[in-house]
């Protein structure tokens, strides 16, 4: 969860410039003709099968990914939590349950103990 929220951290720099180097890009290609054209001459190359823009968008379109990942685990946490919540509640029943029946017990174990004289006086 920290290297997630320190690579939020950066997300966070990165989408705050994000627009202003799209921008930066998009006019230096507009008024440059040698930009332009090394621009365009690296993406004919092929070198990779994106163009460049695709990977300044990348990291916005992962923070999507990302969520999902969050929501996903924020919800399984949820189940874990209300399960650990049910067996809290039911151990604390079963303990409950232990505790009476070690009273009803000692209740019998007395009342026997009571009884065994008298048991012996009508026996005879």
Known sequence: M???????????????????ILISLDSECQESRMFERIYREFEAQKLCYL???????KPAQR????QLIISSELILCCF???????LT???Y???HLMASMQSINHWIIKTADELQPLNAVLTI
Not at 2 to 19: G, I, S, T
Request: aromatic share 16%.
């Open 51 to 57: 163009p460049i823009n695709a990977f300044l968008l």
């Open 63 to 66: 923070l999507l990914h990302y």
């Open 80 to 86: 874990v939590l209300l399960w650990f919540s049910r």
């Open 2 to 20: 920290e290297v997630m929220l320190m690579l939020m951290q950066r997300y966070e720099k990165y989408l705050a410039n994000e627009q202003q």
């Open 89 to 91: 509640l039911l151990l």
């Open 93 to 95: 029943d079963q303990w």
